[in-house]
């Protein structure tokens, strides 16, 4: 059963992590365990760190609308956790560094209306189109107008990744967005195309356009692409596009229940879409949000403008304008000054009893804590600290192991700084 606390209830959000026992049926025994929790002195700060399975296990199974690949991004569960505890419905739910839209999607979902930000322009092209899902039949009659046309070539060479006629075929889905944007015809229809083109483009499988190549939220440049090809010996064959589109819809929408659908489309219509630096996104009205839960770019690491840069391509975003604005901190003082103002913002658009969840994974297999870099920068922002977050995948294997503290290394392990505005 899921539980659900809500400050707006008086809940005590320590307490709640605290007592939380994680259980799951194998099937021959019951996995459970109990939170582990430790006090922790960052500076002149004393925390708490709740450690356990919080989610991993008693999940449901999340929508299908949310497969739609980027890089380091979340799993649903994790926004879902924070949602269902500390929101009620129709709260405003944020994402100041939205990707592909797993907290606003989840939100979406539940029944709460979003508003998400991100400096990259591609990231409303992923996320918006889902709160206004069309029916298959809708997708499959709008297939059938757009003209794909013979003997069409891009204006750079991709030939290391696509046959002429697939190429050809990625040319006409652009000439025809082209138009129809040009034209003020652009509709939820032709966005939902868009999209899931848009995330067809490179992949390691025939369901996408490209031959062979790294996964699809990591595009590969040209030249390491032609030397993907020799060593494995492949060119580019056929692909389908208008079909690969279809079946992609099919696969995201295969679990999405009419009130989802209801629930998203109401989200999508009082949504706020932001495309600003997180620090300064004055369009959102002071204390309107109930609750953020977020992932911001870890350092360097994750080269977010290069490995979307034929997804920006595709939809005529300059890669390189965006790449100078995402955050791409070489050291942890540097990333700490730009989030120290993003906390600043935070404060200010978070309503009295609503909540920031700040989700910093594991950087550098654990030599980097991040989350212990954020709890002063969140209280310099004015938020109280309620504690830190340890999800660990397999909680009881790993804890019984290695013990908790020799986990730094562990798979799937998110660490998430929980605060809230008194
Ligand atoms: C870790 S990803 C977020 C992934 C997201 N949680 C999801 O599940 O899709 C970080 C995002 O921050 C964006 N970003 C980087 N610097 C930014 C800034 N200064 N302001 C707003 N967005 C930024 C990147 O474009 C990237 O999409």
């Not at 505890?85 to 944020?94: A, K, M, R, T, V």
Request: aromatic share 10%; net charge positive; hydrophobic share 35%.
């Amino acid at each position: 059963m899921e539980r659900h606390l809500s400050t707006a209830k008086g809940g005590n959000i320590g307490a709640y992590l605290a007592n939380f026992t994680f259980a799951e049926k194998a099937d021959l025994f019951t996995r459970s365990a109990k939170t582990v929790v430790e006090r922790l002195s960052i500076g002149n700060y004393n925390v708490s760190r709740f450690t356990n399975e919080f989610w991993t296990a008693m999940q449901r199974q999340a929508s299908s609308i949310h497969e739609v690949s980027y890089r380091a991004c979340f799993k649903p569960q994790l926004p879902r956790f924070f949602i269902k505890l500390l929101s009620e419905e129709n709260d405003f739910i944020y994402d100041p560094f939205g990707g592909r839209g797993t907290t606003v999607i989840e939100a979406g979902l539940l029944g709460r209306r979003v508003v998400v930000n991100d400096v990259n322009p591609l990231s409303r092209i992923l996320i918006e189109p889902r709160f206004f899902a069309p029916t298959v039949k809708e997708i499959v009659d709008r297939l059938s107008q757009i003209v794909f046309y013979d003997g069409l070539n891009s204006d750079i060479d991709l030939s290391m990744f696509y046959h002429s006629k697939t190429e050809s075929e990625i040319m006409s889905l652009r000439k025809y967005f082209a138009e129809r944007s040009a034209g003020g015809k652009e509709d939820n229809i032709d966005r939902w195309v868009r999209m899931v083109a848009t995330n067809r483009l490179t992949g390691h499988s025939p369901g996408f356009f490209s031959v062979y190549t790294l996964p699809p939220n990591q595009a590969v440049t040209q030249e390491s692409q032609i030397k993907i090809n020799a060593k494995r010996g492949q060119k580019p064959e056929y692909r389908d596009v208008s079909r690969i589109i279809l079946s992609k819809s099919e696969s995201l929408l295969k679990n999405v229940t009419e009130e989802q659908r209801r629930n998203l489309r109401k989200a999508g219509e009082s949504a706020q879409f932001l495309n600003c630096d997180a620090r300064y996104t004055t369009d959102i009205p002071s204390g309107s949000v109930r609750g953020t839960v977020t992932s911001p770019p870890f350092l360097n690491i994750v080269q977010y403008s290069k490995d979307n840069w034929l997804r920006c391509w595709f939809n005529s975003i300059d890669d390189k304008e965006v790449s100078k604005k995402i955050t791409m901190s070489k050291t942890v003082e540097e990333w700490s000054a730009v989030m120290e103002d993003v906390f600043v913002e935070l404060f200010r658009v978070t309503k009295t009893g609503g909540f920031v969840a700040f989700e910093v994974g594991e950087v550098k297999k654990g030599s980097v804590r991040l989350d212990e870099h954020v709890v002063p920068l969140g209280v310099k922002g004015g938020f109280e600290c309620v504690g830190i977050i340890v999800n660990l995948q397999e909680f009881t294997k790993t804890s019984n192991i290695w013990g908790v503290d020799n986990n730094d290394g562990g798979t799937n392990t998110n660490r998430i700084v929980l605060f809230v505005k008194r």
